[in-house]
């Protein structure tokens, strides 16, 4: 997948939102996607993830990403990751949706 995808299905997702202010609240938050490689914390092998930084929550230390084989046993594409380490997280901080992970996430 390339930038200009991931542009793309984000810009999709906003529009999907049915909460509007929660959307256009976390529009400021968006940064152009770039490219990371992140761990499961759970995978023995330390296999990296390429994951998508589409947005960050500044002075929180957290991003959203996206990734298009999903993460973790349910498989979903968002997720909210760390900035101070190389992991994804645990899976219950990845979502079905974009909505779900960013009223999930408490930080707008």
Not at 87 to 98: A, K, P, R, V
Request: hydrophobic share 40%.
């Amino acid at each position: 997948m390339i930038e200009t995808n991931v542009s793309e299905k984000v810009a999709r997702s906003l529009a999907e939102f049915a909460d509007y202010a929660l959307a256009e609240a976390f529009r400021a938050c968006l940064v152009p996607p770039r490219a990371d490689e992140k761990i499961w914390e759970w995978d023995r092998k330390e296999e990296k993830y390429l994951v998508w930084i589409i947005a960050e929550f500044e002075g929180y230390g957290v991003a959203v990403a996206y990734t298009e084989k999903g993460f973790g046993e349910k498989g979903y594409p968002w997720g909210l990751v760390s900035h101070e380490d190389n992991s994804t997280g645990s899976s219950n901080h990845w979502y079905q949706t974009l909505e779900e992970c960013v009223a999930d996430s408490c930080y707008l």
